[in-house]
């Protein structure tokens, strides 16, 4: 069994920062790449970071230069840094592990529970 924990959420004006964090535990073989993903209201959920296990990352256009994915493979964590927030980054964000766990027959997503960040004087 494995589960994702998110935390870093919140409310932040415009133009504030604000740090996701997402702790992967449980009975891990392997993580390859990480992700946050965000579905605001009305909309469909759509990528906003990824990397890879080897480091290589990949942003939304949206995101880009205000936002920055990385990973702690020791803590089975992965980050979003995000700067100079707009309104339109309100969402809910979710973290994705693409992970074996134990005596699993091979790799799945996983999906963390959300967190919601909202940017708004």
């Known amino acids: 069994q494995v589960q994702l924990v998110e935390s870093g959420g919140g409310l932040v004006q415009p133009g504030g920062s604000l740090r996701l964090s997402c702790a992967a535990s449980g009975s891990i073989f392997s993580i390859a790449a990480m992700g946050w993903y965000r579905q605001a209201p009305g909309k469909e959920r759509e990528l906003v970071a990824r990397?890879?296990?080897?480091?290589?990352?990949n942003y939304a256009d949206s995101v880009k230069g205000r936002c920055t994915i990385s990973r702690d493979n020791a803590k089975n964590t992965v980050y979003l840094q995000m700067n100079s927030l707009k309104p339109e980054d309100t969402a809910v964000y979710y973290c994705?592990?693409?992970?074996?766990?134990?005596?699993?027959?091979?790799?799945?997503?996983?999906w963390g529970q959300g967190t919601q960040v909202t940017v708004s004087s």
């Open positions: 990397i890879t296990s080897g480091g290589s990352t």
């Open positions: 994705n592990v693409e992970m074996k766990a134990l005596y699993s027959p091979g790799p799945r997503d996983y």
